[in-house]
């Protein structure tokens, strides 16, 4: 699958996180496996796609460091999602109009 958009962000832990958008608008992420900076990288994983699909992301952050993503949509709309705790491995929440 080739990706046409990127963007990454740090982890609550430090480890970074990278997000792509492919030619399809379905979204898939990454990140490293721990938080040593030699350690590798995981397998790409389908990530939550916003209806439709998404034509671009962006990485911000929480007032507690926890990571929010902006993607536009295939509409031209901005959504956004965020995690649900500031532990790295908590889950996401839907997608929502920004």
Do not use: H
């Not at 990127?6 to 898939?28: C, H, K, T, W, Y």
């Not at 939550?48 to 993503?69: C, E, F, H, W």
Request: aromatic share 12%; hydrophobic share 35%.
């Amino acid at each position: 699958m080739s990706r046409v958009f990127i963007s990454a962000g740090d982890l609550e832990d430090g480890r970074i996180q990278v997000f792509a958008v492919d030619s399809n608008g379905q979204l898939a992420s990454r990140w490293k496996e721990t938080t040593n900076p030699d350690s590798g990288w995981t397998a790409w994983q389908p990530f939550q796609t916003p209806n439709g699909g998404a034509t671009s992301i962006a990485v911000g952050y929480l007032s507690d460091k926890r990571i929010q993503l902006f993607a536009t949509d295939r509409n031209g709309n901005t959504v956004s999602c965020w995690k649900t705790t500031p532990n790295p491995d908590a889950s996401w929440t839907p997608w929502s109009a920004f």
